[in-house]
């Protein structure tokens, strides 16, 4: 069981440049979300998805961009990469769209840096 | 809005000393309260969870009490190993949002 896999691992990027970071679970979970994490700042969920078809914002959207075509992918897209988006990036999930009371499931990590 | 508010770090103690990890929450509804321990290079995990005041979540050795008078959440254990070296998160999520709140994660030094 693979769980919560991100792609890729590290990645570094040129302001201005595009990019779409991958995650994608096998456990059918319907929540999923992407998080960065800053040193001093904890975790701030960028997008979150209860569903496919369902996107919405979370504390920290500009200059991302998400979709959630099928259950088991959510990428998280960068427009044109700023070096203030240099962070590691998390996806998580959990089983249902109302993750009150659940656990996350954490990828990874992608730990990406804009020149 | 709501907020999470742990200790900072690094917390540095020698193998088998007695670990507290100070935790306090504001939240305008009743939220759940979670631990999460990421080490090194991996994502988070969750190490314990309590759901309503009172209730105390235990992992590990690991412990921590919802007290809903001083909106709180302290992590704590009583020997902690090398092992345990790793950056612990609090986190709540209230009733009626999609939304997990992160502390600032506080890092674990244990020495042997």
């Known amino acids: 069981n693979a769980g919560v896999t991100q792609t890729p691992k590290f990645q570094v990027l040129k302001t201005g440049q595009s990019m779409t970071l991958q995650c994608a679970q096998d456990m059918n979970h319907e929540y999923m979300s992407w998080y960065r994490q800053d040193p001093g700042m904890g975790l701030r969920l960028i997008h979150y998805?209860?569903?496919?078809?369902?996107?919405d914002q979370g504390e920290v959207p500009n200059g991302y961009n998400v979709s959630r075509s099928t259950t088991e992918d959510f990428p998280l897209r960068l427009l044109s990469a700023a070096p203030s988006q240099t962070s590691v990036y998390f996806c998580?999930?959990?089983?249902?769209?109302?993750?009150?009371?659940?656990?996350?499931?954490f990828g990874s990590g992608t730990q990406l840096s804009v020149l | 809005g709501d907020s999470v508010t742990q200790m900072e770090g690094p917390v540095t103690l020698s193998e088998e000393a007695f670990l507290t990890i100070n935790c306090t929450y504001t939240a305008t509804g009743y939220p759940s309260l979670f631990w999460y321990v990421q080490y090194p290079g991996e994502g988070l995990q969750l190490l314990l969870k309590?759901?309503?005041?009172?209730d105390k979540g235990s992992n590990k050795g690991f412990e921590a009490t919802y007290r809903k008078e001083t909106t709180s959440f302290h992590l704590e254990k009583g020997s902690v190993q090398v092992s345990d070296s790793a950056v612990y998160f609090c986190?709540?999520?209230?009733?009626?949002?999609?939304?997990?709140?992160f502390g600032t994660g506080t890092r674990l030094k244990v020495l042997a």
């Open positions: 998580a999930s959990s089983p249902t769209g109302y993750p009150t009371n659940e656990k996350l499931f």
């Open positions: 986190a709540l999520s209230t009733s009626g949002t999609y939304k997990y709140i």
């Open positions: 309590a759901t309503k005041a009172d």
């Open positions: 998805s209860v569903g496919a078809g369902i996107t």
